[in-house]
């Protein structure tokens, strides 16, 4: 049962899918090149280190796939599982894990999300989108005293390499 409410949540939370040229056998994608991956997960460990936060920032690429791991000098030893499922939730799931973590609260229909295994709905994974509002990769930020100030860091991340991207 709890399969079903798992694929279900999953549904409802997909971004919708639109149409697409269905010409051709083959499908086009973009992702980050390791040099921006690694440029981005910089400046998030940089952010958090100036705000005085030991973490963890990896980054994935937009099938979920480690790309870049950083951590600062005195970070957790979980600040690696975490940061990596924080950002493989936001590209697996397509949103931030912040807003993952409100839609599936105990008693939501979505709830059942929080029993899969790599899923962490726990702030601190976000998408990386690309000018065009494609997903190119993900980042996952963990060891600040918060998820909210892992956020921060992530978005500052993204902040750093957002011209880059933004076509």
Not at 36 to 57: H, T
Not at 64 to 70: E, S
Not at 104 to 119: M, P
Request: proline share 4%; aromatic share 6%.
């Amino acid at each position: 049962m709890r399969h079903l409410i798992a694929a279900a949540a999953t549904l409802c939370l997909a971004a919708p899918a639109f149409a697409q040229d269905d010409e051709g056998p083959f499908v086009d994608f973009q992702t980050l090149k390791p040099e921006v991956a690694l440029e981005m997960a910089q400046a998030a460990l940089q952010s958090c280190r100036e705000a005085g936060y030991q973490v963890g920032v990896t980054v994935v690429n937009r099938f979920g796939q480690p790309q870049v791991f950083l951590s600062d000098r005195y970070a957790g030893v979980h600040s690696y599982e975490t940061s990596r499922r924080k950002a493989w939730t936001a590209v697996s799931f397509r949103t931030s894990t912040t807003e993952l973590a409100e839609a599936t609260k105990a008693g939501t229909i979505s709830s059942g999300i929080r029993d899969l295994t790599e899923a962490l709905p726990l702030g601190g994974g976000l998408l990386v989108n690309a000018g065009d509002g494609s997903i190119v990769a993900g980042i996952g930020v963990s060891g600040a005293p918060s998820p909210e100030l892992d956020d921060e860091c992530a978005e500052d991340g993204i902040a750093a390499i957002e011209m880059q991207i933004a076509f």
